[in-house]
């Protein structure tokens, strides 16, 4: 072999005797690997890091960014502890999710981690702390600071917020019972069946019952009611009907009719012909200390309503004065809580003046024509024009038809045009039952209708019931 041929291999890198038939191969030789990268061991575990503010400020350390960039990586070079037992999700065990174990605490069976092996060279900065870890403020595990999810002495869930009794809803527990009805094709399917199919009260039933309710609502202190209208429309029929409504579906109360017409009134023969007593014999009176005392001064009927009559005999004739008054009635304010004032048709009189100061609520009755309902415009006009426009938004309409032969279309326009002030309107039809002379005993007596409409005329007067002591309210 010629010397250019040794020159050719040992260009091409030939290494291997020449006798042998070896060539290298064409590819250049892998580069080395390159050196590894020196890793500082980590901080002991009692390891407090100093407050940066206290350190003065220094250059970044490359060995301590080294082993940030260490910190920063994910642990999946250390082993996982086995998982830890918990009750199924959503059972009243179950103590929601807990945050991983920190390196410091070790596993949840009291493992430590597996550690990286130790390096010549250590960490001389201080170790930054990462969030989730014990020491850090507003995290859990920190002394100082509630036990939240975190580990603690007792890892359960919050007790429910509100109370225990009041989410045992006996609605949700105990079925609702129908109220069997009173009338009509409900209660002939109820009594033919015997009971078995209840269909429940109807609509009609359903609203009365609501206003039922009304009339019972709460009454602090006194509620006095004045009836008001022109002579022959009804007054003393509206007052004594309305008081009686009163003291059926307000047994706990004592409600007395006053009679304060001063040209003859007839509310007493009304109620109780049979009553003596009347408002001198109430004022002259020293020794009324009981409600029996007061009891032998007037008289009721079946109903339950009181009645303190005026001046029944035409041959004695005494006049009314409002110191009489005044003083009859605040004796019987003692004792009753709701009077029903049934005024005279003269509003100019010094009683009717002495009445419109101590009203809670008024009645105007009107009857169902032009006549009736012009001297009703009137009156509301003369209210108005002294002042009492407090009253008159406590006011009710009373279109009462007494000898039935209203016109149903008068009667609409009426309540139209009434109404249209903001007055609330009632229209009573007739009744043989409230004929002129009559007593009226029981409501249950009258018809349906008429039931119904005096039953809505108290639920109006119901609404405006004073819920705090009345003593020092302003009646006006």
Same mark, same amino acid.
Request: glycine share 8%.
């Given at each position: 072999?010629?010397? &250019? ?135 859990p595990g920190q002394p100082g600071q509630p036990w939240g999810t975190g580990y603690g002495p007792d890892d359960r869930a919050a007790a429910p917020s509100g109370s225990y009794a009041d989410r045992i809803r006996a609605d949700d527990l105990v079925p609702a019972r129908r109220i069997p009805p009173s009338r009509g094709w409900r209660l002939a399917v109820y009594r033919a069946t015997f009971g078995t199919v209840n269909l429940g009260q109807g609509p009609d039933e359903i609203r009365q019952a609501e206003l039922e309710a009304r009339i019972k609502s709460v009454l602090r202190g006194h509620y ?161 024009? &002294? ?87 302003? &009646?006006?």
């Open positions: 072999m010629t010397d &250019r041929d040794d020159a050719l291999r040992r260009k091409l890198g030939w290494t291997g005797p020449e006798e042998t038939d070896f060539e290298p191969a064409a590819t250049e030789p892998e580069p080395p690997p390159p050196p590894k990268r020196q890793v500082p061991s980590r901080p002991p575990v009692d390891f407090v890091a100093p407050d940066p503010a206290d350190s003065p400020a220094s250059t970044p350390d490359p060995v301590q960014s080294s082993y940030r960039e260490q910190q920063d990586r994910p642990a999946g070079g250390f082993r996982q502890p086995p998982p830890r037992y918990a009750p199924p999700a959503g059972s009243p065990r179950d103590p929601g999710p807990l945050p991983a174990p920190s390196r410091s605490e070790g596993g949840p069976w009291g493992q430590q981690p597996e550690r990286a092996p130790a390096r010549p060279q250590r960490a001389t900065g201080p170790a930054p702390q990462q969030p989730g870890q014990p020491g850090q403020p507003g995290q006095k009611i004045g009836v008001m209208g022109k002579g022959g429309v009804g007054k003393t029929t509206v007052s004594a009907s309305v008081g009686s409504v009163f003291a059926e579906l307000r047994q706990d109360d004592r409600v007395v009719a006053i009679d304060a017409d001063t040209a003859f009134g007839k509310l007493g023969s009304r109620v109780d012909p049979k009553a003596q007593g009347s408002y001198w014999e109430l004022a002259a009176d020293q020794h009324l200390e009981t409600f029996a005392d007061i009891r032998s001064r007037v008289g009721n009927n079946a109903a339950g309503l009181f009645v303190l009559a005026g001046e029944g005999t035409p041959a004695r004739r005494r006049v009314l004065d409002p110191a009489i008054y005044r003083e009859a009635t605040s004796r019987l304010d003692r004792y009753f809580s709701i009077s029903i004032v049934d005024c005279s048709s003269t509003m100019d009189t010094p009683v009717t003046q002495e009445v419109l100061r101590d009203l809670d609520a008024l009645i105007v009755v009107s009857s169902p024509w032009v006549d009736g309902a012009a001297a009703a415009g009137q009156t509301m006009d003369w209210l108005a024009a &002294r002042g009492l426009t407090s009253l008159l938004q406590r006011t009710v309409i009373v279109l009462n038809d007494s000898d039935g032969h209203a016109d149903k279309r008068t009667r609409s326009i009426l309540a139209q045009q009434f109404s249209s002030q903001g007055q609330v309107v009632v229209e009573v039809p007739f009744d043989g039952h409230l004929r002129p002379g009559g007593v009226i005993d029981r409501t249950a007596e009258m018809s349906h209708a008429t039931r119904r409409r005096f039953i809505e005329i108290a639920a109006a007067l119901a609404s405006h019931f004073p819920t705090q002591d009345d003593r020092s309210r302003d &009646r006006h």
